[in-house]
T-cell receptor, first 114, second 111 residues
Framework: DTAVSQTPKYLVTQMGNDKSIKCEQNLGHDTMYWYKQDSKKFLKIMFS???????INETVPNRFSPKSPDKAHLNLHINSLELGDSAVYFC?????????????FGPGTRLTVT | GDSVTQMEGPVTLSEEAFLTINCTYTATGYPSLFWYVQYPGEGLQLLLKATKADDKGSNKGFEATYRKETTSFHLEKGSVQVSDSAVYFCALSVRDDKIIFGKGTRLHILP
């Protein structure tokens, strides 16, 4: 059973397009996250949601908009894609607002903007 | 602010060598500490964790001890295998909604 899944695994698109990445977790967790990993493997948190409520919104362009239809899903929509958006995007989930706060990651979506 | 510093890689070792990857942290509160591993083409997996001082996390032959006096959480393994080749991330969490990751250390194990 896949705990945290993302679709698609690879996404190649042109500048200016709008795209979405979907994430689902079947762990019954309350909190979900989006991370961006650059080419040097540096991980940066973008958003976190707890029970469908936005908790963290780091310094991310407005072109990025997360949507959580229910606590098992957290999708990421990106408008007007730019070359600099090329990266691997990871979804993650955690049990909720209690220690030790460990997170479970999806397999990643490699986005390439040409 | 809270931060994690880990040794830069890549680290290249021969099979069966002893491994240490250093990690130190700065935190305003009382953090939980983690090591995550990322195998090629995959997402991050939790390798081990420790939630209070002097706790030792261990998994798959890897160990790390939460040292409050030196603010460190070094990762060790007595005998590495080729299959341990991956990127290793040290991380901390003091809040219920955020994990702060180090920059990652790439490990290459030669047969």
């Amino acid at each position: 059973d896949t705990a945290v899944s993302q679709t698609p695994k690879y996404l190649v698109t042109q500048m200016g397009n709008d795209k979405s990445i979907k994430c689902e977790q079947n762990l019954g967790h309350d909190t979900m996250y989006w991370y961006k990993q650059d080419s040097k493997k540096f991980l940066k948190i973008m958003f976190s949601y707890n029970n469908k409520e936005l908790i963290i919104n780091e310094t991310v362009p407005n072109r990025f908009s997360p949507k959580s239809p229910d606590k098992a899903h957290l999708n990421l929509h990106i408008n007007s894609l730019e070359l600099g958006d090329s990266a691997v995007y990871f979804c993650a989930s955690s049990l909720g607002l209690e220690r030790p706060y460990e997170q479970y990651f999806g397999p990643g979506t490699r986005l390439t903007v040409t | 602010g809270d931060s994690v510093t880990q040794m830069e890689g890549p680290v290249t070792l021969s099979e069966e060598a002893f491994l240490t990857i250093n990690c130190t942290y700065t935190a305003t509160g009382y953090p939980s500490l983690f090591w995550y591993v990322q195998y090629p083409g995959e997402g991050l997996q939790l390798l081990l964790k420790a939630t209070k001082a002097d706790d030792k996390g261990s998994n798959k032959g890897f160990e790390a001890t939460y040292r409050k006096e030196t603010t460190s959480f070094h990762l060790e393994k007595g005998s590495v295998q080729v299959s341990d080749s991956a990127v290793y991330f040290c991380a901390l969490s003091v809040r219920d909604d955020k994990i702060i990751f180090g920059k990652g250390t790439r490990l290459h194990i030669l047969p």
